[in-house]
């Protein structure tokens, strides 16, 4: 069975830089798409970013465009997600997922699996 292994979260203050990573372990995935959302206490799971199998195609959340960048090594079978200029409300546990699409998408129930996350902190 498919598994995702996420590592890189952290303490961070204000202003700095994390880069999280996502491995992919057993057998092959039939999906095209991989993402991260995140989740902080007491609010739902949101997209932030994710992108297709050609590393072309790309979607993110209005609250991190111009600050992260996902990115994809198929070869290692590996997704990242590097975080630039971090504000105190990019604290949240942070999740890789893959989807079956081909496209994309930015709803939690359009992806299968998932990692069991890495905890993001960022002081002000």
């Known amino acids: 069975q498919v598994q995702l292994v996420e590592s890189g979260g952290g303490l961070v203050q204000a202003g700095g830089s994390l880069r999280l990573s996502c491995v992919t372990s057993?057998?092959?995935?039939?999906?095209?798409?991989m993402g991260w959302f995140r989740q902080a206490p007491g609010k739902e799971r949101e997209f932030v970013a994710a992108?297709?199998?050609?590393?072309?195609?790309?979607d993110y959340a209005d609250s991190v465009k111009g600050r992260f960048t996902i990115s994809r090594d198929n070869t290692n079978r590996a997704v990242y997600l590097q975080m630039n200029s971090l504000k105190p409300e990019d604290t949240a546990v942070y999740y890789c997922?893959?989807?079956?699409?081909?496209?994309?998408?930015?709803?939690?129930?359009?992806?299968?699996?998932w990692g069991q996350g890495t905890q993001v902190t960022v002081s002000s």
């Open positions: 997922a893959a989807s079956s699409a081909v496209v994309p998408g930015h709803k939690v129930h359009e992806y299968s699996i």
């Open positions: 057993g057998r092959t995935f039939g999906g095209s798409v």
């Open positions: 992108r297709d199998w050609s590393g072309v195609v790309a």
